[in-house]
């Protein structure tokens, strides 16, 4: 862990640059806005497949030439197109009112002066802004296809809305409730383990946090994008 932290800590370009007008609280909105986003688009995936089976149009679509294999890849395809394109729409008029509304000169600042000396990430505020966006954009990935995945097994809406969103919430849950080595890895392996509030990946990117097995230490960002970048396949196939 400390070698990995020397090592990312060694990239930092020294001395630091600050321009007035900039606040740590927007990243912390990017980090809040990516949340809301996931939100959303979970919402919207939910009923791609279960509510088929709610009304049992499933079994005539079962019936048709083109009504299992291909459809079903289709619809995933959809509903992750529609996320996709709906997230970086979203994100990027975000951004840009965003940094409007503080000053464009503060995204040269150094993440470090903003935040703080111990920050690994040898990064600008406008580049942790990106990055914030870019890991949000692979966890919605994941959390779209995890969705999709529980739409295709649940047999009613209600009840894959209501999945949907405690595993939306279950990594927020474990962060509170479940400390230390474990539960860094339990939470950062989750789909949506990326999103959230003090738990997400805004938060764990400025910070010192590592998940251990054996001698081995992974910085949590790393899992969680990771695991995030696995799932999204995963799921979807």
């Known amino acids: 862990a400390l070698a990995q932290a020397r090592a990312l800590y060694s990239q930092v370009e020294m001395p630091f640059t600050y321009e007035?007008?900039?606040s740590s609280n927007a990243l912390e909105y990017v980090g809040i806005y990516v949340f809301l986003l996931v939100l959303i688009c979970t919402f919207l995936m939910v009923p791609v497949f279960s509510s088929d089976y709610q009304t049992q149009a499933d079994q005539i679509l079962k019936c048709t030439r083109d009504g299992k294999?291909?459809?079903?890849?289709?619809?995933?395809l959809a509903g992750l197109l529609l996320a996709g394109v709906l997230y970086v729409v979203c994100m990027a008029l975000f951004l840009l009112l965003l940094n409007a509304s503080f000053d464009f000169r503060g995204l040269d600042t150094s993440l470090?002066?903003?935040v703080s000396v111990s920050v690994f990430l040898p990064l600008t505020v406008g580049q942790m802004e990106l990055l914030i966006g870019a890991a949000g954009f692979l966890s919605l990935l994941a959390t779209a296809a995890f969705t999709l995945f529980l739409s295709g097994r649940m047999k009613t809406v209600a009840s894959a809305s209501i999945a949907a969103f405690a595993f939306l919430i279950l990594p927020?849950?474990?962060?509170?409730i479940l400390g230390g080595n474990i539960g860094n890895w339990v939470r950062c392996l989750l789909p949506s383990g990326g999103v959230g509030l003090?738990?997400?990946?805004?938060?764990?990117?400025m910070d010192t946090g590592f998940a251990y097995l054996g001698n081995a230490a992974i910085w949590l960002p790393y899992l969680m994008l990771g695991a995030a970048a696995v799932e999204s396949i995963l799921f979807a196939v």
């Open 20 to 22: 007035p007008g900039f």
């Open 69 to 76: 294999r291909r459809l079903a890849v289709s619809r995933i």
């Open 112 to 114: 470090q002066l903003l």
């Open 172 to 176: 927020m849950v474990v962060y509170m």
């Open 198 to 205: 003090m738990n997400s990946f805004t938060y764990a990117a």
